[in-house]
């Protein structure tokens, strides 16, 4: 059964940067997409940031273009989410997903998640 770990949360200061790792163990591990989603207490899991596992194609919420970066490591099954200039609204608990789905790009059809880390952005 194939689990995700993601690593790298923490509290930083606006304008900072942190960068948010998740890595696939157990049997071979193939989805179509990768995503890192946000969740905040009250409210629902938002996407931010897609890539095509087996591709280049990258996807992200309007929220974080030009500040996030998505990028991923097929042979060691990382996906990785470098954020930089971080503001107190990025404040959240930061979950990585995966997806078999030909809608990945959606942010929908994700069923593998992990199991979220921390991100705390203090102004």
């Known amino acids: 059964q194939v689990q995700l770990f993601e690593s790298g949360g923490g509290s930083v200061q606006a304008g900072g940067s942190l960068m948010l790792s998740c890595t696939a163990s157990?049997?071979?591990?193939?989805?179509?997409?990768m995503g890192w989603f946000r969740q905040v207490p009250g409210k629902e899991r938002d996407f931010v940031a897609i890539i095509r596992w087996n591709g280049d194609n990258t996807y992200y919420a309007d929220s974080v273009k030009g500040r996030f970066t998505i990028f991923k490591n097929v042979a060691r099954t990382t996906v990785y989410l470098q954020m930089n200039s971080l503001k107190p609204e990025d404040t959240a608990i930061y979950y990585c997903?995966?997806?078999?789905?030909?809608?990945?790009?959606?942010?929908?059809?994700?069923?593998?998640w992990g199991q979220g880390t921390q991100v705390t952005v203090s102004s």
């Open positions: 997903g995966a997806s078999s789905s030909g809608y990945y790009y959606t942010g929908r059809g994700y069923n593998l």
């Open positions: 157990g049997r071979t591990f193939s989805p179509i997409g």
